[in-house]
Nanobody, 112 residues
Framework: QVQPVESGGGLVQPGGSLTLSCAAS????????MGWYRQAPGKQRELVAA???????NYADSVKGRFTISRDNAKNTVYLQMNNLKPDDTAVYYC??????WGQGTQVTVSS
C-alpha cells in the first residue's frame, strides 16, 4: 500500500451524519500529523481537520462543532465524524498523512 485509502463517503440529506475512515500503514503514520482535506466543484482544496501524533486537533471554522477528527494508531486509521451536514459540505474528501501521503478521495454529497 503506497497511499491511504478512504472509505465512508456517500449521499446524505442535510442534517445527516457520516463517518469517514482512512486506512494507512504504520510506516506512513509514525508520529506524523494526519488530516482531512476537501475540494468542492469550483473551489480550492481546503483543510477540514487535522490531528497531530500527540492528539492536538484543529478545524476549519466552517466545520467547528460539527466535525470531529480522531486517530487510532493501533489500527493505522484516522476518522472524520461529520454531523449536521450541510449542502456546502459536498466535496471530495481526501485523507492526508504527513508529510507526503494522499488518498485518492471519497465523495460526500449532501442534498435533499
Amino acid at each position: 500500500q503506497v497511499q491511504p485509502v478512504e472509505s465512508g463517503g456517500g449521499l446524505v440529506q442535510p442534517g445527516g451524519s457520516l463517518t469517514l475512515s482512512c486506512a494507512a500503514s504504520a510506516k506512513m503514520i509514525g508520529f506524523n500529523a494526519m488530516g482531512w482535506y476537501r475540494q468542492a466543484p469550483g473551489k480550492q482544496r481546503e483543510l477540514v481537520a487535522a490531528i497531530t501524533g500527540g492528539g492536538s486537533t484543529n478545524y476549519a471554522d466552517s466545520v467547528k462543532g460539527r466535525f470531529t477528527i480522531s486517530r487510532d494508531n493501533a489500527k493505522n486509521t484516522v476518522y472524520l465524524q461529520m454531523n449536521n451536514l450541510k449542502p456546502d459540505d459536498t466535496a471530495v474528501y481526501y485523507c492526508w498523512v504527513g508529510p507526503v501521503y494522499w488518498g485518492q478521495g471519497t465523495q460526500v454529497t449532501v442534498s435533499s
